[in-house]
């Protein structure tokens, strides 16, 4: 059974950055995809970002390449998301979970238990 944590989110002005990390307890994730998904309010969770176990390979949702760089620590078993250039569009609460498949954002597919999410609001 793996746990995952999510922290770092807050309050933040247009423009600014905020990073967030995804701690696994239990087994360790070290062998899996792991990728960022994130919900607004009214709206469905959508994929952000994703990373290799090995971090060799990256993909980006369009709306944050360019802005949004993932990351992982395998001996720390913590994945990032440093989130730059942000707007009120990025509004939502962040989760991070493992991941299957690979390609393109819509290829990408979350499973396993899904943590408590971290909110992130960008104000205007």
């Known amino acids: 059974q793996v746990q995952l944590v999510e922290s770092g989110g807050g309050l933040v002005q247009a423009g600014g950055s905020l990073r967030l990390s995804c701690a696994a307890s239990g087994r360790t994730v070290g062998s899996y995809a792991m990728g960022w998904f994130r919900q607004a309010a009214g709206k469905e969770r959508e994929f952000v970002a994703a990373?290799?176990?090995?971090?060799?390979?990256?993909i980006y949702v369009d709306s944050v390449k360019g802005r949004f760089t993932i990351s992982r620590d395998i001996a720390k078993n913590t994945m990032y998301l440093q989130m730059n250039s942000l707007k009120p569009e990025d509004t939502a609460v962040y989760y991070c979970?493992?991941?299957?498949?690979?390609?393109?954002?819509?290829?990408?597919?979350?499973?396993?238990?899904w943590g408590q999410g971290a909110q992130v609001t960008v104000s205007s």
């Open positions: 979970n493992r991941v299957r498949g690979w390609g393109t954002p819509s290829s990408v597919q979350p499973f396993g238990s």
């Open positions: 990373i290799t176990w090995t971090g060799g390979n990256t």
